[in-house]
């Protein structure tokens, strides 16, 4: 009996101190998962802050291009490559090198300095490590005083730790880490004790000493001063506080610190990415192999665009274990998606032999129902061209019936007139009746009624007309009820007269000159000669 109550309260106890070890594995998957899901949101609005990024640039490259001094000209050459640094090396390098050479024709030693820095960082970020210790060495240190003495040692410190993991070989491997640690070091001194840089230093320099617990107390003070951390540090702090938890093991947390390092990056438009690619090979250890194939591309995009060497051979080493074993995933998927199939085969066939039969018989009713709308369609168009054909008869005839009716009572007139005079013998106010200008103002007359009657049946003629060429070649008649003669030629042709000598006729044109005209027309159109004819049907 005593045994028996010894067993239950030793197994009690078992559970009462496995109940929060549980709690603790769940709350920390929630929110794994929490931000993995956050990070996927993030990095659906990646075009948002992207173009935020953008149109800061551009309007930095305006105002450079009106800068009319040499200080804001360097200003904004600079504010450019800070701009660039971390969103694309090509750029960047570009921008630091422009400044090197305003600050060299200002012979202004400071900005030398400061454009050979910013130089150095450019190169440092794209792996072009060599380079950037020419022009780390070549800077004069007699003018590395306050923010330039900082930056040379923070790029020194860079360079030999790019160069440890570089080359990653002893002994080179720890005289290169020693030098890049004597740097951040005298960094360290020269920042104020207790700002967001000093932590930021003494953090990475804990890490430096496999101090991970007190690295992450420093990390955690630099994220307490709120506001005065910007985005770029945020995801930098983020990635190193993942590191520490990796080391110790906690990958849980370090899964976090880093999709809330690449949430950062992102959110900045930061293509000089560490966070992303680190947090794909993680994910990618738990199984997740869609959401890691996802994060690992999108990690070699944002490091293809900013162009860094070194960053593209890490993602090389991750990227075909991933792809390798989410094919081997897929495969796997297909294979029992293709055993669950054959079950159904023989069901399938049966519905496919009956699809089949079905559409056979009514393959023919669907022809004859294609036959027929398209043969509805051909009659439809028929129809409309056949009333366009009828109004325009019918304005036709009905202005000829007036035309003719005025034109016969003028000549009734000239008659009587004619008549007059011959039985008076005026036979020199006879030769003033019968001039040219008569015959030409008859001509214009028609002209008139031609052109009226015209726009009433195509309203929008002389609108669509000039829209066929450029702004300044476009003309417009003298009136809203009239057309220019080139307008009057194509006007005929819409109304279906093509043959050149029946439009000469009625324009009392030689057929050379109505083809010079029409000539002409397309050749200062912006469409095309062949289709010009047909676009002026289409009005």
Not at 50 to 76: C, F, H, P, S
Not at 229 to 252: I, N, P, Q, R, S
Not at 256 to 285: M, P
Not at 403 to 425: G, H, P, Q, W
Request: with cysteine; glycine share 2%; hydrophobic share 40%.
């Amino acid at each position: 009996m005593n045994k028996n109550w010894t067993m239950k309260h030793f197994l009690c106890c078992i559970i009462l101190l496995l109940c929060p070890v549980a709690a603790m594995v769940c709350r920390a998957d929630k929110d794994m998962d929490e931000w993995l899901d956050k990070l996927d949101q993030s990095l659906d609005q990646r075009e948002t802050f992207d173009k935020a990024r953008v149109e800061k640039i551009d309007k930095l490259r305006q105002q450079l291009l009106k800068a009319d001094n040499a200080d804001d000209g360097y200003t904004l050459a600079y504010s450019l490559f800070n701009e660039y640094k971390s969103y694309c090396y090509d750029s960047a390098r570009h921008y630091a090198y422009d400044c090197l050479n305003r600050a060299v024709a200002q012979q202004r030693p400071d900005r030398i300095v400061a454009s050979k820095n910013a130089i150095a960082f450019s190169l440092i970020s794209a792996g072009i490590l060599s380079e950037a210790r020419e022009v780390l060495d070549s800077i004069d240190r007699r003018y590395l005083t306050g923010q330039l003495l900082a930056d040379y040692y923070e790029h020194q410190c860079r360079l030999w730790r790019s160069m440890a993991d570089y080359v990653h070989e002893e002994p080179f491997y720890t005289k290169y880490i020693t030098l890049s640690n004597a740097y951040m070091d005298s960094l360290k001194q020269l920042t104020p004790e207790g700002s967001v840089l000093w932590w930021s230093y003494t953090g990475s320099r804990q890490m430096r000493e496999h101090q991970y617990d007190e690295a992450l107390l420093s990390f955690n003070k630099l994220l307490q001063a709120g506001d005065s951390v910007d985005e770029h540090m945020k995801a930098m702090t983020y990635a190193e506080m993942a590191w520490a938890f990796t080391w110790l093991g906690e990958e849980d947390k370090a899964i976090v610190k880093f999709a809330q390092s690449a949430i950062a990056d992102n959110e900045s438009a930061t293509r000089e990415i560490t966070a992303l690619y680190h947090l794909s090979r993680l994910i990618y250890k738990r199984g997740d192999y869609e959401r890691a194939s996802r994060y690992v591309h999108q990690a070699l995009e944002d490091v293809n665009f900013y162009n860094s060497r070194l960053r593209k051979v890490e993602i090389n080493d991750i990227l075909p274990i991933i792809e390798q074993d989410r094919y081997d995933a897929l495969r796997s998927q297909r294979n029992w998606l293709f055993a669950t199939s054959a079950l159904f085969v023989l069901l399938l066939v049966g519905i496919l032999w009956g699809y089949w039969y079905i559409h056979r018989k009514n393959r023919k009713l669907t022809e004859a129902r294609a036959e027929i709308a398209a043969r509805a369609e051909e009659l439809q168009v028929a129809n409309n061209r056949l009333m366009e054909a009828d109004k325009i008869k019918t304005a036709y005839i009905g202005r000829s019936f007036y035309s003719n009716a005025e034109f016969i009572e003028k000549l009734e007139k000239v008659y009587m007139a004619i008549d007059r005079k011959i039985t008076a013998k005026q036979y020199d106010d006879l030769r003033y009746t019968l001039k040219q200008s008569t015959l030409n103002s008859e001509r214009e007359s028609m002209y008139e009624s031609f052109d009226e009657t015209f726009l009433k049946l195509f309203p929008h003629f002389v609108e669509r007309f000039n829209m066929l060429f450029a702004e300044g070649d476009r003309k417009m008649p003298p009136n809203d009820h009239s057309l220019t003669s080139e307008m009057r030629i194509f006007a005929l042709i819409r109304l279906g007269i093509n043959d050149s000598e029946r439009i000469a006729k009625f324009l009392d044109y030689s057929v050379h000159t109505v083809n010079t005209y029409k000539t002409r027309i397309k050749n200062r159109s912006t469409a095309d000669n062949d289709k010009f004819e047909s676009l002026i049907m289409q009005i």
